[in-house]
């Protein structure tokens, strides 16, 4: 999308190179910008472009201003015909060509540019804020409608249940699961961007709400809390424009996590498997495991039998529809039919009187809006950042996959607001956090869910539910509700990454995985959590903090400026160029300093001190080719300023080459134009050759 200055550059490549061959982008563009045929927007809007942090919502007033652009670029009319008996060769841009693009603009009357209101402004982006504005109008009845009705009632029918089993996970009375599974639903299916996912009780985040309501005293109000805080924080991160954060998390570590919470809701699940009465028991899995075998003398094995057929029922239906051609098998809502079949079981043979527990009564009725109780607040606020933390990296997974899988935008700044709206608004309606959950959205895909329509559909099934179903799931069978998490826990296991990991032989990542798995089972999840985060924070510093540094020499062929690593460049004596290939900070500039260091006394960055060379070559000047250093802070400015001081007292010429416009003038007011000799170049060569003029060496 470089739009019209690539446009103008291609109908002017004639003009530049008559003759010769065609050129590249990047060089038409410098050339363009040394000639002054580049203005500083266009450069502006190329640096925007080229710096891959840059958001969509960054680039919205660039594309808007490049409409004008375009209009204005079609209109003049640029012939340039080259003599037939001359060959050219590379030739300055002929002046005037054509007028500059600041000057086209200027020429233009002031109402040929249409002034965009602030109410247009708005009207245009509040779509982009509130996704279901713009894609609703454009719903194609014929197309998407029986396809997202499908898909609502596969998920529905998985969601129902789950959101029964994943409270109890949570220690929460059932009827908060199925307000969790309403309220959450019908606020994402208005702001959400992904048109799968499936917002929602999960497996994980419940578990992780559940170790923090172990000590609380009140129980559903410290869960609402709990909700409001996580979508606050959630909110936040979206308005700041945190996104970014889900890429900061190592995958190693965070699916050794994974799977110990795998591990954990298993063993959680395993009194209930085997039928144990109530009785209190360690959260911590290394104190359960004990409790657990003490006890097997109590096992009711008619439960257990009941368990293992909801299982294997589960197992069997996940195998028929993963390697069945059969396309009807897609549509059967194995968790459904579990919940039918034991409810059903369980009410004709009356099994609840041979020590099968059941659900009981559920008091169900429209949710009346209630305020958060934020006398817990001191207890929770902690818990909500790791969760929400945890449960956005979850859920933007998934959406990112399927964002990529049917080639749509999809921002996670937006996904933070709309999932942080869900539990905000849920909050009020007695529900706990909950997230996007894989197993229900590869449902909703499999069923041919198209757009938010689905999850529409759904909350009001769920609604249905709640106000006239309650009922019926008084003779569910718990084990029934536990098989369906254990079965849940199991597909939260990735063993692919472990086995890739060691397929490449990377043992210190595999490592990683094992001792974070063996952490978060032995230590706990909570302290799993804070180690996840720790040490991807302390990694990403790491490798941030020293900088990507290319020392350059010069062809003798071409004369271009290249790596000194291939044996045919040769560097230039008493001239050091480096190419420092990424913006800096004040966390990355010490590195800088090192390495010129190192250079100057050993002769090269990477020479150990044991091993430098008795002789130095003679220096008299350091480049610094800056074409891809984006962006510098404050101290990295005034560091660069006091080193060109300092050089410049030993009689070394700093220099920058290509140096961006938008750090021309800091620069300058840093002080630099006090020293001898403008120090900015527009081109390598040209620093090259002004340290060349100068004939000052120092020996070192």
Known sequence: NMLNVNRWIQKNKHVMYPGSAPIDYGTAFERLQEEGYITQFESDFD??????????????????????????????????????????????????????????????????????????????????????????????????????????????SMLIPQSLAYSSLAGLDPAIGLYTAWIPVLIYSLLGTCGQLSIGPDAMASLLVGLELHDAGDLSGTAHLLSFLVGVVLFFMGVVRWGFLDNILSEPLLAGFINAVAVIIIVDQLPSLLGFPPIEMESEIMYKLPQIIENLYQTNYLTLSLGFVTIGILFGFRIVKKYSRVSFFQYIPETMVVVVVGTLLTWGL???????????????????????????????????????????????????????????????????????????????????????????????????????????????????????????????????????????????????????????????????????????????????????????????IKHTSVPHITVLGQDPNDYKFKDITDPNISPIPGVLIVSIEESLYFANFEQIKKIFQRIEKLGGAHIHPAEGKETVTPLSGIVIHAKHVYSMDGTVIQSFCEMMKEYNKRGIHMCFAQLDSSLKKPFSRGGIHHLEGDRLFNSTSDAVEYIKSRKTTQYI
């Open 350 to 540: 009356k099994l609840n009187n041979y020590g099968v527990q059941i659900l009981g009564s559920i008091e169900l009725s429209f949710p009346t809006p209630v305020l958060p109780n934020f006398k817990y607040l001191p207890e929770t606020y902690s818990s909500a950042i790791i969760i929400a933390v945890i449960g956005f990296v979850e859920s933007i997974i998934v959406a990112k996959s399927y964002a990529s899988k049917y080639n749509y935008s999809m921002s996670p700044n937006r996904e933070l607001v709309a999932i942080g709206m869900s539990n905000i608004v849920g909050s009020f309606f007695r529900t706990y956090p909950t997230f996007g959950s894989l197993a229900r959205s590869s449902v909703s895909d499999a069923l041919g869910a198209q757009t938010q329509i689905f999850g529409f559909l759904t909350s009001i099934f769920i609604l249905l539910t709640i106000l006239f179903l309650g009922p019926l799931f008084y003779y569910l069978p718990k084990v029934v509700m536990s098989g369906i998490i254990l079965v849940a826990a199991c597909g939260l296991f990735e063993f692919e990454e472990l086995f890739f990991l060691a397929k490449i032989r990377s043992y210190l990542e595999v490592l990683l995985t094992i001792a974070m798995f063996l952490i978060t089972c032995f230590a706990g999840v909570d302290i799993g959590i804070f180690i996840v985060l720790g040490v991807s924070i302390f990694l990403v």
């Open 47 to 156: 640096t925007a472009l080229r710096n891959t942090s840059s958001s969509e919502e960054d680039l919205l007033d660039y594309d808007q201003h490049f409409d004008e652009y375009s209009r204005m670029l079609d209109e003049p009319d640029i012939n340039f015909t080259a003599p037939r008996n001359i060959q050219y060769t590379e030739i300055p841009l002929p002046r005037p060509v054509s007028p500059p693009i600041q000057d086209i603009r200027d020429t233009k009357p002031k109402d040929k540019i249409a002034k965009v209101t602030f109410r247009e402004k708005w009207t245009r982006r509040i779509p982009y804020y509130v996704p279901v504005l713009n894609w609703l109008p454009k719903y194609s009845i014929r197309n998407y409608l029986i396809k997202d009705i499908v898909a609502s009632i596969g998920t529905a």
